[in-house]
């Protein structure tokens, strides 16, 4: 069974930048689409991009240049970088692989609050 | 871009059926999988629905989905409801370059 857990910092102050980072377990992170997805609280579900394991990269316009994401095969992991962040990015931030049209296996979730 | 509206919550009793819709804004509904989500209180995300009519492993036979394309929306019914339905639900689809949730719906079994 495929596992993800996101790790990084739960607090980030306003206009630096955001980072986290999935591992991956029970599997490995070649030929999926590896996503990032988050959830404000109280509020419904946005996607924020996605990383293919050859490298290749997508992201939600909405959130114009502010993302960036990486892949580290050998450690089985990908990451998240979102700069400039404002309290509007105060949201539960999962990782979650994509096969096809849908997110099957997801993170638990990692609440990162943007606060000074 | 494109959005997918649902409505704000649904409520009904057990044993009952209800249908959450989730109409597309623009672009056609039939050209791109929707999928649907469960999530329950402090849980992640769990498939109910992919590729508009397919249910994982484990999910009952209760829980189905459909397209109308005249509506030009997607719709997620569920039967027998039972205490444990109880969830926010999203509804989920793409096009080219942009991945859409809808904004969910709460559904309460009285």
């Known amino acids: 069974q495929v596992q993800l857990q996101e790790s990084g910092p739960g607090l980030v102050k306003p206009s630096e930048t955001l980072s986290l980072t999935c591992t991956v377990s029970?599997?490995?992170?070649?030929?999926?689409?590896w996503s990032w997805i988050r959830q404000p609280p109280g509020k419904g579900l946005e996607w924020i991009g996605y990383i293919y394991y050859s490298g290749g990269t997508n992201h939600n316009p909405s959130l114009k240049s502010r993302v960036t994401m990486s892949l580290d095969k050998s450690k089985n992991q990908f990451s998240l970088k979102l700069t400039s962040v404002t309290a509007a990015d105060t949201a539960v931030y999962y990782c979650?692989?994509?096969?096809?049209?849908?997110?099957?296996?997801w993170g638990q979730g990692t609440l990162v609050t943007v606060s000074s | 871009n494109f959005m997918l509206t649902q409505p704000h919550s649904v409520s009904e009793s057990p044993g009952k059926t209800i249908t959450i819709s989730c109409t597309r804004s623009s672009g056609s509904i039939a050209s791109n999988y929707v999928q649907w989500y469960r999530q329950r209180p402090g849980s992640s995300p769990t498939t109910v629905i992919y590729e508009d009519k397919e249910r994982p492993s484990g999910v009952p036979d209760r829980f189905s989905g459909s397209i109308d394309s005249s509506s030009n929306s997607a719709s997620l019914t569920i039967s027998g409801l039972k205490t444990e339905d109880e969830a926010d639900y999203y509804c989920?689809?793409?096009?080219?370059?942009?991945?859409?949730f809808g904004g969910g719906t709460k559904l309460t079994v009285l």
């Open positions: 989920q689809s793409y096009d080219s370059s942009d991945w859409v």
């Open positions: 029970g599997g490995s992170i070649t030929h999926y689409y």
């Open positions: 979650a692989r994509r096969v096809a049209a849908h997110f099957d296996f």
